[in-house]
């Protein structure tokens, strides 16, 4: 049996496969696509979607994951319910079933009349993946599942995942937006303390096979178990002036706090995930978010690889409530065992007050000191 970290590369793998089929059929992907209700709505977005692909993508993840560890079976969460109305109106129940016919029926009372696409989906839910990837294969931890939980964010930046653009060019390396920014996240983290341990953040739709034209995708993992750090990546080297990177709904009083600090090195990005991707490639030293509009699922993964590569994530309100306190010891990081108080919902997953993500600790507390000048933060 193949390593914990592996099933969760080879699961991100498949959610890839199945991320980029949904977007190959244009009429297919319109069928794709129902309006959130209720409760589960992330009151950011006016209009915030849900697609078949999503539901379907964090239920293959859990399903192939919960086979492989029962362990963890009852401890894997994602952003999704896997409730789907389909056009009639009847609520469907997602599910993985024991054969690609069965599936593939199942899909069918949701994506009817698309037969050949509930068959090519089904198809894909119950495929072997094999990964080749002998760097990875050669690790070898002993991270007992027993002890750990999993967040799924199927994926992250649906919007721009629904939008599509191709053709947005990036700033230094970090794109504004487009589909480059809609990312698979699986994170485990410790079911006991809440940190998280294991993170895999695959791209699917990285660049384009220059001969055939398809997209290709790439993965990035990081281990920071016990004394254990292991990622794909190296730690990228600091820069002297911090790059910093915000959401485009960041406000101007964080905007202007982290002016004098980046001088022109303030950028804008689409996704939460993709933010914390741009800290972990070294695109930006720090990401900034004021709000408690990122969830458990969307920084768990991320948040595991940086801190495999000697960084992390901190809670900010509680990291400058801290501060203000005169406290010098370490900023509280992100946990993900905790729902928050009096929230229903997905609100329970909310990261509240916000957080900065980075890999050096001195950009961290160059950005907290930014921060602590913002009155109300
Ligand atoms: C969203 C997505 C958004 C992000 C928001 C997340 O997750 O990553 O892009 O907002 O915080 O919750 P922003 O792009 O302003 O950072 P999802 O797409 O999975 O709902
Ligand atoms: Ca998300
Ligand atoms: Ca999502």
């Known amino acids: 049996m193949a390593g914990l970290l592996q099933a969760l ?16 059929e244009e009429p297919l992907f319109q069928l794709l696509v129902a309006e959130k209700t209720g409760a589960d709505r992330n009151r950011r977005f006016l209009q915030d979607f849900k697609t078949l692909a999503d539901v379907l993508i964090q239920e293959v993840i859990k399903h192939d994951l919960g086979k492989e560890f029962p362990e963890l079976q009852g401890h894997i969460h994602g952003e999704e319910s896997n409730e789907f109305k389909n056009g009639q109106g009847e609520t469907v129940t997602v599910r993985v079933c024991a054969a690609a016919g069965d599936t593939a029926a199942l899909l069918l009372s949701v994506l009817e009349p698309e037969r050949a696409a509930a068959e090519l989906l089904a198809a894909a839910v119950h495929r072997d993946v094999e990964l080749g990837d002998t760097e990875l294969a050669g690790v070898a931890l002993s991270v007992p599942p027993q002890d750990l939980a999993i967040w799924i964010d199927p994926i992250d930046s649906t919007n721009e995942y629904i939008g599509g653009r191709e053709d947005v060019a990036p700033v230094d390396g970090i794109a504004p937006g487009g589909l480059c920014s809609a990312l698979v996240l699986i994170g485990a983290y410790d079911r006991q ?39 794909s990546l190296s730690p990228p080297p600091p820069r002297p002036q911090p790059c910093v990177v915000l959401s485009r709904a960041e406000g101007g009083a964080v905007r202007g706090a982290l002016g004098p600090l980046c001088g022109d090195r303030l950028r804008f990005a689409a996704g939460a995930g993709y933010k914390m991707l741009c800290v972990i490639l070294g695109l930006a030293d720090a990401y900034v978010l004021s709000e408690g509009s990122t969830f458990a699922w969307d920084a768990c993964a991320p948040h595991a690889i940086l801190r495999a590569l000697g960084g992390g994530t901190v809670a900010l309100a509680g990291a400058l409530r801290a501060r203000r306190a005169g406290d010098t010891g370490n900023p509280p990081e992100l946990v993900y065992n905790r729902p928050a108080e009096g929230a229903a919902g997905a609100e329970r997953w909310a990261n509240r007050g916000g957080l900065v993500a980075y890999v050096h600790p001195q950009h961290l507390e160059a950005v907290l000191a930014a921060l602590a000048t913002v009155p109300g933060l």
């Open 9 to 24: 590369v080879g699961a991100s793998e498949k959610a890839a496969h199945i991320a980029r089929l949904c977007r190959r």
């Open 193 to 231: 303390t809440g940190v998280p341990v294991l993170g895999v953040i695959n791209e699917p739709f990285f660049r384009r096979d220059p001969l055939t034209r398809r997209w290709q995708g790439r993965y990035h993992w990081g281990v920071a178990y016990g004394d254990t750090r292991l990622s």
